[in-house]
Protein backbone atom coordinates (compact mmCIF):
# COMPACT_ATOMS: atom_id res chain seq x y z
CA UNK A 1 0.00 0.00 0.00
CA UNK A 2 2.65 2.52 0.85
CA UNK A 3 5.15 2.05 -1.81
CA UNK A 4 2.09 2.46 -4.58
CA UNK A 5 0.93 5.43 -3.21
CA UNK A 6 4.12 6.83 -2.59
CA UNK A 7 5.55 6.11 -6.30
CA UNK A 8 2.15 8.31 -7.00
CA UNK A 9 2.80 10.99 -9.33
CA UNK A 10 -0.21 12.70 -10.25
CA UNK A 11 -0.12 12.99 -13.70
CA UNK A 12 -2.97 15.11 -14.33
CA UNK A 13 -2.81 17.26 -17.23
CA UNK A 14 -6.19 17.53 -18.11
CA UNK A 15 -7.45 20.89 -17.85
CA UNK A 16 -9.38 22.07 -15.16
CA UNK A 17 -12.11 24.67 -15.96
CA UNK A 18 -13.19 26.83 -13.30
CA UNK A 19 -16.88 25.25 -12.16
CA UNK A 20 -18.91 26.88 -13.52
CA UNK A 21 -22.34 28.12 -11.78
CA UNK A 22 -25.02 25.81 -12.47
CA UNK A 23 -27.84 27.03 -13.49
CA UNK A 24 -30.71 27.14 -10.88
CA UNK A 25 -33.43 26.36 -13.62
CA UNK A 26 -35.43 24.52 -11.59
CA UNK A 27 -36.66 22.64 -14.53
CA UNK A 28 -39.37 20.22 -14.26
CA UNK A 29 -39.15 16.51 -14.09
CA UNK A 30 -38.72 14.54 -15.72
CA UNK A 31 -35.85 16.52 -17.61
CA UNK A 32 -36.86 17.52 -21.12
CA UNK A 33 -34.13 16.06 -22.72
CA UNK A 34 -34.86 12.52 -22.41
CA UNK A 35 -33.84 11.35 -26.00
CA UNK A 36 -32.86 8.39 -27.50
CA UNK A 37 -30.00 7.68 -26.06
CA UNK A 38 -27.42 7.21 -28.71
CA UNK A 39 -27.69 10.69 -30.50
CA UNK A 40 -25.55 12.15 -27.49
CA UNK A 41 -22.92 9.84 -28.52
CA UNK A 42 -22.77 11.82 -31.74
CA UNK A 43 -23.23 15.08 -29.76
CA UNK A 44 -20.42 17.79 -30.32
CA UNK A 45 -17.82 17.62 -27.33
CA UNK A 46 -18.80 19.96 -24.58
CA UNK A 47 -21.96 21.22 -25.09
CA UNK A 48 -22.97 23.97 -22.37
CA UNK A 49 -24.71 21.82 -20.82
CA UNK A 50 -28.06 22.81 -18.39
CA UNK A 51 -28.96 19.41 -17.28
CA UNK A 52 -27.16 16.95 -14.79
CA UNK A 53 -26.25 19.86 -12.27
CA UNK A 54 -26.24 17.51 -8.64
CA UNK A 55 -26.57 19.53 -5.61
CA UNK A 56 -26.47 17.84 -1.92
CA UNK A 57 -27.76 19.62 0.76
CA UNK A 58 -27.03 19.16 4.70
CA UNK A 59 -26.98 15.45 3.48
CA UNK A 60 -26.90 13.06 6.37
CA UNK A 61 -27.43 8.98 5.99
CA UNK A 62 -27.75 6.23 8.60
CA UNK A 63 -28.03 2.30 8.99
CA UNK A 64 -29.78 1.88 11.84
CA UNK A 65 -27.94 3.94 14.46
CA UNK A 66 -25.04 4.09 12.67
CA UNK A 67 -24.56 7.50 10.85
CA UNK A 68 -22.66 7.01 7.95
CA UNK A 69 -22.94 10.37 6.38
CA UNK A 70 -22.86 13.70 8.37
CA UNK A 71 -23.93 16.71 7.29
CA UNK A 72 -22.75 16.87 3.52
CA UNK A 73 -23.09 19.98 0.86
CA UNK A 74 -21.69 19.28 -2.04
CA UNK A 75 -22.17 19.77 -5.85
CA UNK A 76 -21.36 17.59 -8.98
CA UNK A 77 -21.58 19.95 -12.07
CA UNK A 78 -22.64 18.86 -15.42
CA UNK A 79 -20.12 17.41 -17.87
CA UNK A 80 -17.29 16.97 -15.17
CA UNK A 81 -15.88 13.59 -13.49
CA UNK A 82 -16.21 13.71 -10.10
CA UNK A 83 -13.75 11.24 -8.05
CA UNK A 84 -14.71 10.67 -4.10
CA UNK A 85 -12.09 9.36 -2.36
CA UNK A 86 -11.27 7.92 1.05
CA UNK A 87 -10.68 5.31 3.12
CA UNK A 88 -13.28 2.04 3.48
CA UNK A 89 -15.78 2.73 5.49
CA UNK A 90 -15.53 6.72 5.32
CA UNK A 91 -19.38 6.74 3.73
CA UNK A 92 -18.36 7.70 -0.05
CA UNK A 93 -20.28 4.97 -1.44
CA UNK A 94 -23.33 5.84 0.79
CA UNK A 95 -23.52 9.21 -0.46
CA UNK A 96 -22.93 8.58 -3.79
CA UNK A 97 -25.84 5.79 -3.53
CA UNK A 98 -28.17 8.51 -1.76
CA UNK A 99 -27.93 10.29 -4.97
CA UNK A 100 -30.38 7.93 -7.01
CA UNK A 101 -32.23 7.06 -3.56
CA UNK A 102 -30.85 2.91 -3.64
CA UNK A 103 -29.68 3.55 -0.22
CA UNK A 104 -33.15 3.61 1.32
CA UNK A 105 -33.21 -0.01 -0.45
CA UNK A 106 -31.34 -1.40 2.83
CA UNK A 107 -33.62 -2.87 5.54
CA UNK A 108 -32.47 0.08 8.06
CA UNK A 109 -31.25 2.53 6.21
CA UNK A 110 -32.55 6.11 5.76
CA UNK A 111 -31.60 9.70 5.12
CA UNK A 112 -32.24 13.13 5.87
CA UNK A 113 -31.45 16.75 3.65
CA UNK A 114 -32.08 17.42 0.33
CA UNK A 115 -30.07 16.12 -3.17
CA UNK A 116 -31.27 18.48 -6.01
CA UNK A 117 -31.41 17.40 -9.85
CA UNK A 118 -31.03 20.79 -11.09
CA UNK A 119 -32.86 22.23 -8.33
CA UNK A 120 -35.30 19.62 -8.13
CA UNK A 121 -35.37 17.67 -4.84
CA UNK A 122 -35.31 13.87 -5.71
CA UNK A 123 -36.69 13.16 -1.83
CA UNK A 124 -40.03 15.06 -2.87
CA UNK A 125 -42.80 12.94 -1.97
CA UNK A 126 -44.39 13.48 -4.98
CA UNK A 127 -40.78 12.57 -7.62
CA UNK A 128 -41.01 8.86 -8.60
CA UNK A 129 -38.36 7.02 -7.56
CA UNK A 130 -38.49 5.17 -11.44
CA UNK A 131 -37.85 8.60 -12.80
CA UNK A 132 -35.16 8.99 -10.24
CA UNK A 133 -33.17 6.04 -11.08
CA UNK A 134 -33.54 6.78 -14.66
CA UNK A 135 -32.35 10.16 -14.81
CA UNK A 136 -29.63 8.49 -12.73
CA UNK A 137 -27.68 5.48 -13.50
CA UNK A 138 -25.39 3.79 -11.60
CA UNK A 139 -22.69 1.57 -12.66
CA UNK A 140 -21.56 -0.94 -9.35
CA UNK A 141 -18.58 -2.83 -8.18
CA UNK A 142 -18.46 -6.40 -9.58
CA UNK A 143 -20.22 -6.17 -13.33
CA UNK A 144 -23.43 -7.68 -12.71
CA UNK A 145 -25.33 -8.66 -16.20
CA UNK A 146 -28.43 -10.48 -15.78
CA UNK A 147 -27.57 -14.02 -16.66
CA UNK A 148 -30.61 -15.12 -18.34
CA UNK A 149 -30.66 -12.63 -20.60
CA UNK A 150 -28.45 -11.55 -23.86
CA UNK A 151 -26.02 -9.00 -24.55
CA UNK A 152 -28.93 -7.11 -26.35
CA UNK A 153 -31.57 -8.17 -23.98
CA UNK A 154 -29.43 -6.60 -20.77
CA UNK A 155 -28.77 -3.64 -22.77
CA UNK A 156 -32.38 -2.62 -23.19
CA UNK A 157 -33.46 -4.04 -19.74
CA UNK A 158 -34.19 -0.96 -18.73
CA UNK A 159 -35.90 0.67 -21.51
CA UNK A 160 -37.97 -2.61 -22.20
CA UNK A 161 -41.01 -1.27 -19.24
CA UNK A 162 -40.88 1.95 -21.52
CA UNK A 163 -42.74 -0.03 -23.66
CA UNK A 164 -40.50 0.86 -26.50
CA UNK A 165 -40.97 -0.97 -30.18
CA UNK A 166 -38.80 -3.57 -30.86
CA UNK A 167 -37.28 -1.60 -33.46
CA UNK A 168 -36.48 1.49 -31.19
CA UNK A 169 -35.09 -1.16 -28.59
CA UNK A 170 -32.17 -2.41 -31.39
CA UNK A 171 -31.36 1.10 -32.24
CA UNK A 172 -30.91 2.33 -28.86
CA UNK A 173 -29.44 -1.09 -27.69
CA UNK A 174 -26.96 -0.17 -30.55
CA UNK A 175 -26.37 3.47 -29.29
CA UNK A 176 -25.99 2.85 -25.92
CA UNK A 177 -23.24 -0.54 -27.00
CA UNK A 178 -21.23 2.10 -29.17
CA UNK A 179 -21.18 5.07 -26.57
CA UNK A 180 -20.32 2.17 -24.17
CA UNK A 181 -17.28 1.33 -26.52
CA UNK A 182 -18.37 -1.90 -26.90
CA UNK A 183 -20.45 -2.56 -29.79
CA UNK A 184 -17.55 -3.74 -32.10
CA UNK A 185 -16.72 -6.46 -30.01
CA UNK A 186 -19.90 -7.98 -29.35
CA UNK A 187 -21.83 -7.20 -32.67
CA UNK A 188 -21.68 -10.57 -33.47
CA UNK A 189 -22.66 -12.05 -30.53
CA UNK A 190 -25.71 -10.24 -29.53
CA UNK A 191 -27.56 -12.85 -28.51
CA UNK A 192 -25.09 -14.57 -26.95
CA UNK A 193 -25.23 -14.93 -22.79
CA UNK A 194 -24.52 -11.29 -21.61
CA UNK A 195 -22.25 -13.53 -18.54
CA UNK A 196 -20.21 -15.14 -21.11
CA UNK A 197 -17.99 -11.77 -21.87
CA UNK A 198 -14.88 -10.84 -19.74
CA UNK A 199 -15.11 -9.15 -17.09
CA UNK A 200 -14.16 -5.95 -18.90
CA UNK A 201 -16.73 -6.27 -21.49
CA UNK A 202 -19.40 -7.13 -18.82
CA UNK A 203 -18.92 -3.93 -16.77
CA UNK A 204 -18.94 -2.04 -20.03
CA UNK A 205 -22.38 -4.08 -21.03
CA UNK A 206 -23.54 -2.79 -17.62
CA UNK A 207 -22.57 0.63 -18.62
CA UNK A 208 -23.99 0.23 -21.94
CA UNK A 209 -27.49 -0.73 -19.60
CA UNK A 210 -27.17 2.28 -18.01
CA UNK A 211 -26.87 4.50 -20.78
CA UNK A 212 -29.69 2.96 -22.82
CA UNK A 213 -31.42 4.90 -20.31
CA UNK A 214 -30.00 7.94 -21.39
CA UNK A 215 -29.35 9.41 -17.62
CA UNK A 216 -28.58 12.61 -16.64
CA UNK A 217 -25.67 11.55 -14.06
CA UNK A 218 -24.12 8.15 -13.63
CA UNK A 219 -22.93 7.30 -10.80
CA UNK A 220 -19.77 4.55 -10.60
CA UNK A 221 -19.18 2.81 -7.40
CA UNK A 222 -15.64 1.35 -7.60
CA UNK A 223 -16.09 0.40 -11.27
CA UNK A 224 -12.76 -0.76 -11.90
CA UNK A 225 -12.13 -2.70 -8.48
CA UNK A 226 -12.62 -6.41 -9.64
CA UNK A 227 -10.99 -5.79 -13.07
CA UNK A 228 -7.19 -6.34 -14.31
CA UNK A 229 -5.30 -2.73 -15.33
CA UNK A 230 -6.58 -3.39 -18.95
CA UNK A 231 -9.86 -3.07 -18.38
CA UNK A 232 -9.44 -0.61 -15.66
CA UNK A 233 -7.65 1.66 -18.68
CA UNK A 234 -10.25 1.04 -21.13
CA UNK A 235 -13.03 2.00 -18.71
CA UNK A 236 -11.26 4.77 -17.39
CA UNK A 237 -10.73 6.14 -21.62
CA UNK A 238 -14.70 5.30 -21.56
CA UNK A 239 -15.01 7.89 -18.73
CA UNK A 240 -13.46 10.36 -20.65
CA UNK A 241 -15.65 10.25 -23.47
CA UNK A 242 -18.95 10.23 -21.53
CA UNK A 243 -18.68 12.93 -19.54
CA UNK A 244 -19.29 15.03 -22.08
CA UNK A 245 -22.62 13.56 -22.14
CA UNK A 246 -23.54 12.83 -18.37
CA UNK A 247 -22.22 14.21 -15.15
CA UNK A 248 -20.17 11.30 -14.00
CA UNK A 249 -19.67 10.59 -10.18
CA UNK A 250 -16.81 7.72 -9.65
CA UNK A 251 -15.98 6.15 -6.13
CA UNK A 252 -12.44 4.90 -6.01
CA UNK A 253 -10.06 3.09 -3.70
CA UNK A 254 -7.94 4.12 -6.39
CA UNK A 255 -5.97 7.33 -5.93
CA UNK A 256 -4.42 7.22 -9.53
CA UNK A 257 -7.33 6.57 -11.06
CA UNK A 258 -9.11 9.38 -9.74
CA UNK A 259 -6.18 11.64 -10.70
CA UNK A 260 -6.36 10.12 -14.37
CA UNK A 261 -9.90 10.33 -14.58
CA UNK A 262 -11.09 13.51 -12.48
CA UNK A 263 -11.97 17.24 -12.91
CA UNK A 264 -12.73 17.39 -9.13
CA UNK A 265 -11.97 15.41 -6.50
CA UNK A 266 -13.90 14.85 -3.15
CA UNK A 267 -11.81 13.59 -0.07
CA UNK A 268 -14.01 12.02 2.99
CA UNK A 269 -13.32 10.96 5.93
CA UNK A 270 -15.53 9.36 8.47
CA UNK A 271 -18.92 10.16 7.12
CA UNK A 272 -17.83 13.86 6.76
CA UNK A 273 -16.82 15.96 3.86
CA UNK A 274 -12.71 17.07 4.39
CA UNK A 275 -11.81 18.39 1.06
CA UNK A 276 -13.17 19.50 -2.29
CA UNK A 277 -11.23 20.97 -5.25
CA UNK A 278 -9.63 20.77 -8.49
CA UNK A 279 -7.97 17.07 -8.99
CA UNK A 280 -4.33 18.56 -9.53
CA UNK A 281 -5.10 20.91 -6.38
CA UNK A 282 -6.07 18.09 -4.15
CA UNK A 283 -3.09 15.69 -4.97
CA UNK A 284 -0.64 18.01 -4.97
CA UNK A 285 -1.36 20.99 -2.59
CA UNK A 286 -4.36 20.02 -0.39
CA UNK A 287 -5.93 22.64 2.18
CA UNK A 288 -6.34 20.06 4.79
CA UNK A 289 -4.02 18.33 6.51
CA UNK A 290 -5.66 15.10 6.45
CA UNK A 291 -6.16 15.18 2.68
CA UNK A 292 -2.40 15.56 2.33
CA UNK A 293 -1.77 12.69 4.80
CA UNK A 294 -4.19 10.71 2.50
CA UNK A 295 -3.11 11.26 -0.86
CA UNK A 296 0.32 11.25 0.24
CA UNK A 297 -0.72 7.11 1.48
CA UNK A 298 0.11 8.05 5.61
CA UNK A 299 -2.97 6.47 6.34
CA UNK A 300 -6.21 4.23 4.82
CA UNK B 1 14.67 -21.30 18.29
CA UNK B 2 17.47 -23.55 17.16
CA UNK B 3 17.74 -26.13 14.29
CA UNK B 4 17.55 -29.06 16.16
CA UNK B 5 14.75 -28.08 18.43
CA UNK B 6 12.69 -26.80 15.04
CA UNK B 7 13.53 -30.28 13.43
CA UNK B 8 12.30 -31.99 17.00
CA UNK B 9 9.41 -30.18 15.92
CA UNK B 10 8.61 -31.83 12.65
CA UNK B 11 8.42 -35.56 14.02
CA UNK B 12 5.44 -37.60 14.19
CA UNK B 13 5.17 -37.84 18.16
CA UNK B 14 3.62 -36.58 21.04
CA UNK B 15 0.70 -34.65 20.72
CA UNK B 16 1.05 -34.44 16.70
CA UNK B 17 1.23 -38.63 16.85
CA UNK B 18 -2.34 -37.63 19.13
CA UNK B 19 -3.56 -35.48 16.42
CA UNK B 20 -2.66 -37.62 13.24
CA UNK B 21 -4.47 -40.55 14.74
CA UNK B 22 -7.27 -38.50 15.45
CA UNK B 23 -7.50 -37.21 12.33
CA UNK B 24 -7.34 -40.46 10.39
CA UNK B 25 -10.00 -41.96 12.77
CA UNK B 26 -12.53 -39.10 11.63
CA UNK B 27 -11.65 -39.47 8.05
CA UNK B 28 -11.85 -43.50 8.33
CA UNK B 29 -15.39 -43.58 10.32
CA UNK B 30 -17.29 -40.68 8.20
CA UNK B 31 -15.80 -42.83 4.86
CA UNK B 32 -17.78 -45.91 6.45
CA UNK B 33 -21.05 -43.94 7.18
CA UNK B 34 -21.05 -42.87 3.52
CA UNK B 35 -20.33 -45.89 2.58
CA UNK B 36 -23.52 -47.54 4.52
CA UNK B 37 -25.20 -44.85 3.44
CA UNK B 38 -24.61 -45.98 -0.03
CA UNK B 39 -24.87 -49.39 0.72
CA UNK B 40 -28.41 -48.98 2.21
CA UNK B 41 -29.68 -47.37 -0.93
CA UNK B 42 -28.21 -49.82 -3.08
CA UNK B 43 -29.40 -52.92 -0.79
CA UNK B 44 -33.49 -51.52 -0.83
CA UNK B 45 -33.06 -50.58 -4.85
CA UNK B 46 -31.18 -53.88 -5.68
CA UNK B 47 -33.82 -56.23 -3.64
CA UNK B 48 -36.57 -54.83 -4.93
CA UNK B 49 -35.58 -55.25 -8.55
CA UNK B 50 -34.85 -58.43 -7.92
CA UNK B 51 -38.34 -59.55 -6.73
CA UNK B 52 -40.14 -57.23 -8.39
CA UNK B 53 -38.17 -57.95 -11.64
CA UNK B 54 -39.85 -61.41 -12.56
CA UNK B 55 -43.34 -60.02 -12.14
CA UNK B 56 -42.96 -56.53 -14.52
CA UNK B 57 -44.20 -57.29 -17.66
CA UNK B 58 -46.01 -55.09 -20.51
CA UNK B 59 -49.93 -56.81 -19.93
CA UNK B 60 -48.78 -55.89 -16.04
CA UNK B 61 -48.27 -52.10 -16.65
CA UNK B 62 -51.15 -52.17 -19.68
CA UNK B 63 -54.29 -54.19 -17.54
CA UNK B 64 -55.77 -52.77 -15.01
CA UNK B 65 -56.15 -55.09 -11.16
CA UNK B 66 -58.27 -57.60 -10.96
CA UNK B 67 -60.80 -58.38 -8.34
CA UNK B 68 -59.43 -58.68 -5.18
CA UNK B 69 -57.26 -62.14 -4.55
CA UNK B 70 -57.22 -62.40 -8.21
CA UNK B 71 -53.47 -61.94 -9.40
CA UNK B 72 -53.86 -62.00 -13.19
CA UNK B 73 -54.58 -58.28 -13.73
CA UNK B 74 -51.75 -55.70 -13.89
CA UNK B 75 -51.79 -52.11 -12.42
CA UNK B 76 -52.48 -49.56 -15.13
CA UNK B 77 -55.33 -47.83 -12.71
CA UNK B 78 -53.13 -47.40 -10.27
CA UNK B 79 -50.54 -46.04 -12.39
CA UNK B 80 -53.36 -43.82 -13.93
CA UNK B 81 -54.47 -42.66 -10.50
CA UNK B 82 -51.54 -41.82 -8.91
CA UNK B 83 -50.57 -39.76 -11.83
CA UNK B 84 -54.21 -38.02 -11.86
CA UNK B 85 -53.95 -38.09 -7.61
CA UNK B 86 -50.38 -36.32 -8.14
CA UNK B 87 -50.75 -33.96 -10.57
CA UNK B 88 -54.31 -32.47 -8.83
CA UNK B 89 -52.02 -32.03 -5.75
CA UNK B 90 -48.65 -30.61 -7.35
CA UNK B 91 -51.62 -27.84 -9.49
CA UNK B 92 -52.32 -26.82 -5.84
CA UNK B 93 -48.97 -26.88 -3.84
CA UNK B 94 -46.66 -25.27 -6.54
CA UNK B 95 -48.45 -22.20 -7.22
CA UNK B 96 -48.85 -21.58 -3.80
CA UNK B 97 -45.62 -22.69 -2.46
CA UNK B 98 -44.22 -20.39 -4.64
CA UNK B 99 -46.26 -17.31 -3.35
CA UNK B 100 -45.32 -18.21 -0.04
CA UNK B 101 -41.54 -18.23 -0.79
CA UNK B 102 -41.60 -15.53 -3.14
CA UNK B 103 -43.49 -13.82 -0.01
CA UNK B 104 -41.46 -14.44 2.35
CA UNK B 105 -38.02 -13.89 0.50
CA UNK B 106 -39.24 -10.57 -1.32
CA UNK B 107 -41.77 -8.78 0.26
CA UNK B 108 -41.89 -10.20 4.27
CA UNK B 109 -40.57 -8.26 6.98
CA UNK B 110 -37.79 -10.38 8.04
CA UNK B 111 -39.31 -11.41 11.38
CA UNK B 112 -42.51 -12.55 9.46
CA UNK B 113 -40.62 -14.23 7.25
CA UNK B 114 -38.84 -16.11 10.08
CA UNK B 115 -41.95 -16.79 11.36
CA UNK B 116 -43.29 -18.21 8.41
CA UNK B 117 -40.34 -20.23 7.68
CA UNK B 118 -40.81 -21.92 11.28
CA UNK B 119 -44.00 -22.75 10.28
CA UNK B 120 -43.25 -24.29 7.18
CA UNK B 121 -40.89 -26.39 9.16
CA UNK B 122 -43.28 -27.45 11.48
CA UNK B 123 -45.96 -28.32 9.10
CA UNK B 124 -42.86 -30.57 7.03
CA UNK B 125 -42.54 -32.15 10.30
CA UNK B 126 -46.26 -33.25 10.69
CA UNK B 127 -46.67 -36.97 10.23
CA UNK B 128 -48.88 -37.97 7.06
CA UNK B 129 -50.92 -40.14 8.87
CA UNK B 130 -52.08 -36.83 10.57
CA UNK B 131 -52.59 -34.94 7.60
CA UNK B 132 -54.57 -37.66 5.92
CA UNK B 133 -56.89 -38.33 9.18
CA UNK B 134 -57.27 -33.81 8.96
CA UNK B 135 -58.15 -34.46 5.39
CA UNK B 136 -60.39 -37.56 6.16
CA UNK B 137 -62.03 -36.16 8.59
CA UNK B 138 -62.74 -32.23 6.26
CA UNK B 139 -63.53 -34.57 3.13
CA UNK B 140 -63.90 -37.66 3.43
CA UNK B 141 -66.29 -38.62 6.80
CA UNK B 142 -70.02 -38.30 6.00
CA UNK B 143 -69.44 -38.21 2.51
CA UNK B 144 -66.97 -40.65 0.29
CA UNK B 145 -63.48 -41.08 -1.20
CA UNK B 146 -62.16 -39.35 -3.61
CA UNK B 147 -59.11 -38.61 -5.81
CA UNK B 148 -59.55 -35.63 -4.63
CA UNK B 149 -59.69 -36.06 -1.08
CA UNK B 150 -56.46 -37.60 -1.61
CA UNK B 151 -54.62 -34.44 -3.94
CA UNK B 152 -55.61 -32.35 -1.07
CA UNK B 153 -53.87 -34.37 1.50
CA UNK B 154 -51.17 -34.69 -0.68
CA UNK B 155 -51.18 -31.16 -1.40
CA UNK B 156 -50.85 -30.59 2.13
CA UNK B 157 -47.75 -32.59 2.50
CA UNK B 158 -46.38 -30.80 -0.36
CA UNK B 159 -46.58 -27.28 0.15
CA UNK B 160 -43.92 -26.80 2.81
CA UNK B 161 -41.35 -28.91 0.62
CA UNK B 162 -41.84 -26.86 -2.25
CA UNK B 163 -42.15 -23.66 -0.52
CA UNK B 164 -38.79 -24.28 1.36
CA UNK B 165 -36.76 -25.23 -1.45
CA UNK B 166 -38.10 -22.23 -3.34
CA UNK B 167 -37.07 -20.19 -0.43
CA UNK B 168 -33.81 -21.22 -0.57
CA UNK B 169 -32.94 -21.34 -4.23
CA UNK B 170 -34.51 -17.36 -3.95
CA UNK B 171 -32.37 -16.64 -1.62
CA UNK B 172 -29.52 -17.69 -3.20
CA UNK B 173 -29.98 -14.93 -6.45
CA UNK B 174 -27.44 -12.62 -6.30
CA UNK B 175 -28.28 -9.10 -4.17
CA UNK B 176 -26.38 -7.63 -6.69
CA UNK B 177 -28.83 -8.23 -9.51
CA UNK B 178 -31.68 -7.01 -7.95
CA UNK B 179 -30.04 -4.08 -6.84
CA UNK B 180 -29.04 -3.80 -10.78
CA UNK B 181 -32.79 -3.52 -11.41
CA UNK B 182 -33.30 -1.50 -9.17
CA UNK B 183 -30.84 1.36 -10.22
CA UNK B 184 -32.18 1.02 -13.83
CA UNK B 185 -36.01 1.98 -12.66
CA UNK B 186 -37.19 -1.17 -12.87
CA UNK B 187 -40.40 -1.84 -10.79
CA UNK B 188 -40.23 -4.42 -7.97
CA UNK B 189 -42.63 -7.02 -9.49
CA UNK B 190 -40.99 -6.80 -12.92
CA UNK B 191 -38.01 -7.06 -11.15
CA UNK B 192 -39.31 -10.53 -9.75
CA UNK B 193 -40.90 -11.77 -12.82
CA UNK B 194 -37.98 -10.70 -15.23
CA UNK B 195 -34.77 -11.04 -13.27
CA UNK B 196 -35.16 -13.12 -10.43
CA UNK B 197 -37.70 -15.58 -11.24
CA UNK B 198 -35.78 -16.70 -14.43
CA UNK B 199 -32.54 -16.60 -13.15
CA UNK B 200 -33.85 -19.23 -10.13
CA UNK B 201 -35.93 -21.20 -12.57
CA UNK B 202 -33.90 -24.27 -12.63
CA UNK B 203 -33.61 -24.25 -9.18
CA UNK B 204 -37.59 -23.54 -8.11
CA UNK B 205 -38.13 -26.56 -11.19
CA UNK B 206 -35.59 -28.86 -8.72
CA UNK B 207 -37.90 -28.00 -5.57
CA UNK B 208 -41.13 -28.94 -7.04
CA UNK B 209 -40.10 -32.28 -9.14
CA UNK B 210 -38.17 -33.18 -5.59
CA UNK B 211 -41.87 -32.50 -3.79
CA UNK B 212 -43.41 -34.43 -6.70
CA UNK B 213 -41.04 -37.39 -6.32
CA UNK B 214 -41.87 -37.40 -2.20
CA UNK B 215 -45.41 -37.53 -2.36
CA UNK B 216 -45.89 -40.10 -5.25
CA UNK B 217 -45.02 -42.55 -2.49
CA UNK B 218 -46.97 -41.44 0.36
CA UNK B 219 -49.48 -44.12 1.33
CA UNK B 220 -50.90 -43.39 5.09
CA UNK B 221 -53.26 -40.09 3.79
CA UNK B 222 -54.12 -42.22 0.67
CA UNK B 223 -55.20 -44.77 2.89
CA UNK B 224 -57.78 -43.18 4.74
CA UNK B 225 -59.06 -40.55 1.59
CA UNK B 226 -58.73 -42.75 -1.40
CA UNK B 227 -58.08 -46.54 -0.58
CA UNK B 228 -61.57 -47.99 -1.54
CA UNK B 229 -61.90 -48.00 -5.60
CA UNK B 230 -64.33 -49.48 -8.18
CA UNK B 231 -62.49 -51.88 -11.01
CA UNK B 232 -61.31 -50.20 -14.32
CA UNK B 233 -59.29 -47.55 -15.23
CA UNK B 234 -61.14 -44.86 -13.29
CA UNK B 235 -60.09 -41.00 -14.42
CA UNK B 236 -62.70 -39.07 -12.37
CA UNK B 237 -60.75 -37.54 -8.96
CA UNK B 238 -64.80 -37.14 -7.95
CA UNK B 239 -64.33 -40.88 -6.91
CA UNK B 240 -61.86 -42.94 -5.23
CA UNK B 241 -58.63 -43.75 -7.35
CA UNK B 242 -56.37 -46.73 -7.83
CA UNK B 243 -53.00 -45.26 -6.44
CA UNK B 244 -49.44 -47.07 -6.70
CA UNK B 245 -48.97 -47.32 -3.26
CA UNK B 246 -52.38 -48.48 -2.56
CA UNK B 247 -51.53 -51.49 -4.71
CA UNK B 248 -48.13 -52.14 -2.95
CA UNK B 249 -50.01 -51.91 0.64
CA UNK B 250 -52.84 -54.12 -0.33
CA UNK B 251 -51.33 -56.46 -2.78
CA UNK B 252 -48.74 -57.36 0.59
CA UNK B 253 -51.29 -57.79 3.10
CA UNK B 254 -52.88 -60.73 0.62
CA UNK B 255 -51.66 -64.10 1.63
CA UNK B 256 -50.78 -64.80 -1.91
CA UNK B 257 -47.36 -65.09 -3.18
CA UNK B 258 -48.41 -63.93 -6.55
CA UNK B 259 -49.80 -60.88 -4.89
CA UNK B 260 -46.19 -60.47 -3.45
CA UNK B 261 -44.45 -60.54 -6.23
CA UNK B 262 -46.78 -58.05 -8.08
CA UNK B 263 -46.48 -55.49 -4.89
CA UNK B 264 -42.33 -56.08 -5.85
CA UNK B 265 -43.29 -55.26 -9.18
CA UNK B 266 -45.44 -51.92 -8.31
CA UNK B 267 -42.97 -51.13 -5.55
CA UNK B 268 -39.94 -51.37 -8.84
CA UNK B 269 -42.42 -48.89 -10.96
CA UNK B 270 -42.74 -46.22 -7.91
CA UNK B 271 -38.74 -46.37 -7.12
CA UNK B 272 -38.23 -45.66 -10.53
CA UNK B 273 -40.30 -43.03 -11.01
CA UNK B 274 -38.82 -41.38 -8.13
CA UNK B 275 -35.71 -42.02 -9.12
CA UNK B 276 -35.72 -40.73 -12.32
CA UNK B 277 -37.78 -37.41 -11.22
CA UNK B 278 -34.53 -36.66 -8.43
CA UNK B 279 -32.00 -37.01 -11.38
CA UNK B 280 -33.70 -34.64 -13.33
CA UNK B 281 -34.45 -32.30 -10.65
CA UNK B 282 -30.56 -32.85 -9.95
CA UNK B 283 -29.76 -31.57 -13.32
CA UNK B 284 -31.41 -28.51 -13.41
CA UNK B 285 -30.46 -27.20 -10.10
CA UNK B 286 -26.79 -27.93 -11.55
CA UNK B 287 -27.69 -25.79 -14.14
CA UNK B 288 -29.44 -23.31 -12.13
CA UNK B 289 -26.59 -23.04 -9.92
CA UNK B 290 -24.03 -21.90 -12.74
CA UNK B 291 -26.32 -19.22 -13.13
CA UNK B 292 -26.53 -17.69 -10.17
CA UNK B 293 -22.67 -18.04 -10.19
CA UNK B 294 -22.51 -20.43 -7.29
Redesign the interface.
Known sequence: MDSRDQSESPTVTEQNPEPQASPDAGAGFPHPAISIAGESAARPAKRSREIGNVELQGLNAYYGSNHAVRGVSLAFDSARVTAIIGPSGCGKSTMVRCINRMHEEIAGARSEGKVLLDGLDLYDPRIDIVAVRRSVGMVFQKPNPFPTMSVIDNVTAGLRLTGASRGELEERGHQALVGAGLWDEVKDRLKAPGVGLSGGQQQRLCIARALAVDPEVLLMDEPCSALDPMATLRIEELIGELKERVTIVIVTHNMQQAARVADTTVFMLGGELIEVGATDKVFTNPDDERTEQYVTGKFG | MSGAESHALLLDRGNLKRRNRVNRLVGVSSTIAALLAVAVLLIVVGSVVSKGIGALSFHFLTTPMGFFGDTSGGISNAIVGTGIIVAIAALMAIPVGMLVAIYTTEFAP?RIGHAVRFVLDLLNGVPTIITGIFVYGLLVAGKQQSGFAGSVALAIIMLPIVARTAQEVLTLV?G??K?????????RW?TLL??TL??A?GGLLTGSLLAVARVAGETAPLILTCSIFGQGVLTEPGEALASIPIFIFQSSESPSPEAHTQAWAAALILIAFVLVLNIVARAFYARSRK???A
Open positions: EPALEAAYALGIARRVPTARMG
